[in-house]
């Protein structure tokens, strides 16, 4: 009787486990709500002990309507992770001393000296302590390879700028000064105006006296700074050319580790390197850096890998093998031995580690695609990175032989709250016969066989490619229903140089063949419903989706964030002047004018465009400033046809304030929502440029 009754109560268990276990792991959609849930992983350093890895960590705060960021530690098993930064100011750029005892960061919480500071912690324990008082703008710091000195990036002072926190009651409020230009190029978003007489140098801080120099009396701009292993040497990017403003290139120099050192040039003046940092090879001997395009390629620019004697006793030379890929490369890294460099190669979709032997032979791939990469940090054999997938986070992960195990779990619940759509590759053959690729997202639930409303999702850029790595637009709309395209249209990185520069000074034509290309695919696959399709994207994607929709009336609805579509009216009002006048030509050329024209069809066409439109920008925007939004949502208006203009006070290009950033996603779903969702009439019109 007793084991009959204990048999029943072990059945109505094991029934209520089973009802219980659906409630339990049941994935739910993508929501509003959840946008300002994920966090943001970046910048992991490995202790010089390889034990332990520092990283920071960004999310929305919604109390005070702002992302900030904090420092956090865990062992390189993946055990003891926690938070050890939590001023209510962010903290950035944790740099770890190389004998071990300190944990550098910067940050502006409030301390001796207003400003970004770096501020150190003891391992051993206690409070982290402002190390400087610098009244320069902290752009950077780099710890000596014997920890007793800091190098420091660091921008002059806004000589105007107020020394008071704010001002006194009663006090008679400061007239600003006028904004004097006089440089050739003279605004950068995020900067603002940039002013003559403003400089960026390197310095020296001695962490015991806390006494500060300057590296050098140079008069030009100074970034980059790398310590040689050896500690007797700094290798630092500069141009010396009389008007840095109209080649914006650098090329490598070297100087003695010591205040008012003379820096000597390792690269000639026909040498185009970047401003990413020069790396020395283990015996001081060798520096390996980064080059660039020729002038007039520059927004299409793929880096190669060069090295250079560090003494200057040769010239620099490209890795042949690398040179063969036709990819860009980034962050190298020399191996302990100093036999092989690692670098990061951008590859068709993908980010991946790939070596070569400094001596010669083949590139070898490290991991294989599908996969991205980026923020490697080594550590002698040991190696960590930032990775995730399409339907994954990015999260730190060591690099274990041929594989990556995965080191902090920062969005792992929230994960396993949702259905994510599946995102698979797709490849098509545009007009011309031109293979290109993409991604496309499927909605959530998607059932194989039936149609849906497919919206066309356009990267910026145009010199980036859509990858295999979590994005949150792709997926808020999946989880709504939508299949999403997203095309590496001609104009991306990752498929060489001959497929970058296709595009040159002839915008909208290739890029549109291409996107319009793989619309026509996903309608052939059966997946896109051609009665519902939307498209959007921001900064180029909005540039393009003014192509896209002059082009062609298939599209129900458009979402264009800080485009442009007439081009010659943005010649001095942006960024962009180097590339207006060497890859276009200035207004007053007769042939650069007819070009002006071509490309600015959407705007002195707009009457062709009959698509419902939402734009977008944000008010400070000095990349793409928002007049070019305006001007399409006044044609467009004056047409009658319905759209909408969204500015967002004080905002810069990228959009940062949480509540600004959901406001655009909601905006998205409600203008996609009226005019793709519902059934349209099944005729579809094309209009010829």
Same mark, same amino acid.
């Given at each position: 009787?007793?084991?009959? *009754?204990?048999?029943?109560?072990?059945?109505?268990?094991?029934?209520?486990?089973?009802?219980?276990?659906?409630?339990?792991?049941?994935?739910?959609?993508?929501?509003?709500?959840?946008?300002?849930?994920?966090?943001?992983?970046?910048?992991?350093?490995? @202790?010089?002990?390889?034990?332990?890895?520092?990283?920071?960590?960004?999310?929305?705060?919604?109390?005070?309507?702002?992302?900030?960021?904090?420092?956090?530690?865990?062992?390189?098993?993946?055990?003891?992770?926690?938070?050890?930064?939590?001023?209510?100011?962010?903290?950035?750029?944790?740099?770890?001393?190389?004998?071990?005892?300190?944990? @550098?960061?910067?940050?502006? *919480?409030?301390?001796?000296?207003?400003?970004?500071?770096?501020?150190?912690?003891?391992?051993?324990?206690?409070?982290?302590?402002?190390?400087?008082?610098?009244?320069?703008?902290?752009?950077?710091?780099?710890?000596?390879?014997?920890?007793?000195?800091?190098?420091?990036?660091?921008?002059?002072?806004?000589?105007?700028?107020?020394?008071?926190?704010?001002?006194?009651?009663?006090?008679?409020?400061?007239?600003?000064?006028?904004?004097?230009?006089?440089?050739?190029?003279?605004?950068?978003?995020?900067?603002?105006?940039?002013?003559?007489?403003?400089?960026?140098?390197i310095y020296i801080f001695d962490i015991a006296t806390k006494k500060l120099e300057r590296l050098t009396?140079s008069k030009w701009d100074e970034t980059s700074p790398s310590w040689s292993p050896d500690g007797t040497?700094?290798? &630092?990017?500069?141009?010396?050319?009389?008007?840095?403003?109209?080649?914006?290139?650098?090329?490598?120099?070297?100087?003695?580790?010591?205040?008012?050192?003379?820096?000597?040039?390792?690269?000639?003046?026909?040498?185009?390197?970047?401003?990413?940092?020069?790396?020395?090879?283990?015996?001081?001997?060798?520096?390996?850096?980064?080059?660039?395009?020729?002038?007039?390629?520059?927004?299409?620019?793929?880096?190669?890998?060069?090295?250079?004697?560090?003494?200057?006793?040769?010239?620099?030379? *490209?890795?042949?093998?690398?040179?063969?890929?036709?990819?860009?490369?980034?962050?190298?890294?020399?191996?302990?031995?100093?036999? @092989?460099?690692?670098?990061?190669?951008?590859?068709?979709?993908?980010?991946?580690?790939?070596?070569?032997?400094?001596?010669?032979?083949?590139?070898?791939?490290?991991?294989?695609?599908?996969?991205?990469?980026?923020?490697?940090?080594?550590?002698?054999?040991?190696?960590?990175?930032?990775?995730?997938?399409?339907?994954?986070?990015?999260?730190?992960?060591?690099?274990?032989?041929?594989?990556?195990?995965?080191?902090?779990?920062?969005?792992?619940?929230?994960?396993?709250?949702?259905?994510?759509?599946?995102?698979?590759?797709?490849?098509?053959?545009?007009?011309?016969?031109?293979?290109?690729?993409?991604?496309?997202?499927?909605?959530?639930?998607?059932?194989?066989?039936?149609?849906?409303?497919?919206?066309?999702?356009?990267?910026?850029?145009?010199?980036?490619?859509?990858?295999?790595?979590?994005?949150?637009?792709?997926?808020?709309?999946?989880?709504?229903?939508?299949?999403?395209?997203?095309?590496?249209?001609?104009?991306?990185?990752?498929?060489?140089?001959?497929?970058?520069?296709?595009? &040159?000074?002839?915008?909208?034509?290739?890029?549109?063949?291409?996107?319009?290309?793989?619309?026509?695919?996903?309608?052939?696959?059966?997946?896109?419903?051609?009665?519902?399709?939307?498209?959007?994207?921001?900064?180029?994607?909005?540039?393009?989706?003014?192509?896209?929709?002059?082009?062609?009336?298939?599209?129900?609805?458009?979402?264009?964030?800080?485009?442009?579509? &007439?081009?010659?009216?943005?010649?001095?009002?942006?960024?962009?002047?180097?590339?207006?006048?060497?890859?276009?030509?200035?207004?007053?050329?007769?042939?650069?004018?007819?070009?002006?024209?071509?490309?600015?069809?959407?705007?002195?066409?707009?009457?062709?465009?009959?698509?419902?439109?939402?734009?977008?920008?944000?008010?400070?925007d000095f990349n793409v400033p928002i007049e070019g939004s305006k001007q399409m949502y006044q044609a467009?208006?004056?047409?009658?046809?319905?759209?909408?203009?969204?500015?967002?006070?004080?905002?810069?290009?990228?959009?940062?304030?949480?509540?600004?950033?959901?406001?655009?996603?909601?905006?998205?779903?409600?203008?996609?929502?009226?005019?793709?969702?519902?059934?349209?009439?099944?005729?579809?019109?094309?209009?010829?440029?």
């Amino acid at each position: 009787m007793l084991r009959r *009754r204990l048999s029943r109560i072990s059945l109505l268990l094991i029934l209520a486990l089973a009802n219980a276990l659906p409630a339990q792991t049941a994935r739910r959609p993508l929501k509003l709500d959840d946008m300002l849930q994920f966090r943001n992983v970046s910048d992991p350093q490995i @202790s010089p002990d390889g034990q332990w890895v520092a990283y920071t960590v960004s999310s929305a705060d919604t109390k005070t309507d702002k992302s900030t960021s904090h420092i956090w530690m865990v062992n390189i098993d993946g055990s003891n992770n926690r938070q050890i930064t939590f001023s209510n100011e962010s903290e950035n750029s944790p740099r770890w001393s190389p004998d071990g005892t300190y944990l @550098s960061f910067t940050s502006s *919480r409030p301390g001796k000296t207003r400003g970004n500071q770096v501020w150190l912690m003891d391992r051993r324990g206690g409070e982290a302590t402002q190390l400087t008082e610098l009244k320069g703008r902290l752009q950077g710091h780099e710890w000596s390879p014997d920890s007793k000195r800091l190098a420091l990036v660091m921008a002059d002072p806004d000589p105007d700028a107020d020394p008071t926190p704010s001002p006194q009651p009663g006090a008679t409020p400061r007239v600003p000064k006028p904004i004097v230009i006089d440089r050739y190029r003279f605004k950068q978003d995020g900067q603002g105006y940039l002013l003559s007489g403003r400089h960026t140098y390197i310095y020296i801080f001695d962490i015991a006296t806390k006494k500060l120099e300057r590296l050098t009396k140079s008069k030009w701009d100074e970034t980059s700074p790398s310590w040689s292993p050896d500690g007797t040497r700094i290798a &630092f990017m500069s141009n010396h050319s009389d008007d840095p403003d109209r080649d914006p290139t650098a090329q490598v120099y070297v100087a003695e580790a010591k205040p008012g050192a003379t820096e000597k040039q390792l690269t000639p003046e026909a040498v185009r390197a970047g401003r990413t940092r020069p790396e020395w090879s283990p015996d001081s001997k060798w520096i390996a850096f980064l080059e660039g395009e020729e002038r007039k390629y520059g927004a299409y620019g793929m880096d190669r890998l060069a090295l250079v004697p560090a003494d200057g006793s040769g010239a620099p030379a *490209r890795l042949k093998a690398v040179e063969d890929l036709d990819r860009g490369v980034s962050l190298p890294r020399f191996s302990p031995d100093g036999k @092989s460099i690692r670098f990061l190669v951008t590859d068709d979709r993908s980010v991946y580690p790939a070596r070569v032997n400094v001596s010669g032979g083949a590139v070898e791939r490290l991991l294989s695609p599908p996969i991205v990469i980026s923020n490697w940090n080594f550590n002698g054999a040991r190696a960590v990175a930032i990775a995730g997938g399409d339907a994954k986070p990015n999260e730190i992960h060591v690099l274990e032989g041929n594989s990556l195990r995965q080191l902090t779990h920062q969005n792992d619940a929230l994960l396993a709250q949702l259905d994510l759509g599946v995102t698979e590759e797709v490849g098509f053959k545009s007009k011309d016969g031109t293979q290109v690729n993409g991604l496309l997202t499927y909605p959530v639930g998607y059932v194989k066989g039936t149609k849906a409303p497919l919206l066309l999702r356009i990267h910026g850029g145009p010199n980036a490619q859509d990858q295999h790595s979590f994005n949150l637009e792709r997926h808020m709309f999946a989880a709504h229903g939508y299949a999403v395209l997203a095309v590496n249209y001609r104009g991306s990185s990752g498929r060489g140089q001959k497929f970058s520069r296709s595009i &040159f000074a002839d915008w909208g034509n290739y890029e549109v063949q291409d996107l319009l290309a793989g619309v026509d695919h996903v309608v052939k696959m059966g997946v896109a419903d051609p009665d519902r399709l939307g498209v959007g994207g921001w900064s180029y994607g909005g540039i393009l989706t003014d192509y896209l929709i002059a082009t062609d009336n298939r599209f129900k609805a458009a979402t264009s964030g800080a485009g442009t579509a &007439f081009t010659v009216a943005f010649y001095g009002t942006d960024q962009y002047i180097i590339q207006y006048d060497h890859e276009i030509g200035p207004p007053w050329n007769p042939k650069a004018w007819e070009t002006y024209v071509k490309i600015s069809y959407p705007f002195l066409h707009a009457d062709r465009i009959q698509t419902p439109t939402l734009f977008l920008g944000g008010e400070r925007d000095f990349n793409v400033p928002i007049e070019g939004s305006k001007q399409m949502y006044q044609a467009l208006r004056s047409l009658g046809i319905d759209t909408q203009l969204i500015i967002y006070p004080n905002e810069n290009h990228g959009i940062q304030r949480p509540s600004y950033q959901r406001d655009r996603m909601e905006r998205y779903l409600a203008w996609y929502e009226k005019y793709v969702k519902k059934m349209a009439s099944p005729s579809t019109t094309s209009t010829a440029q």
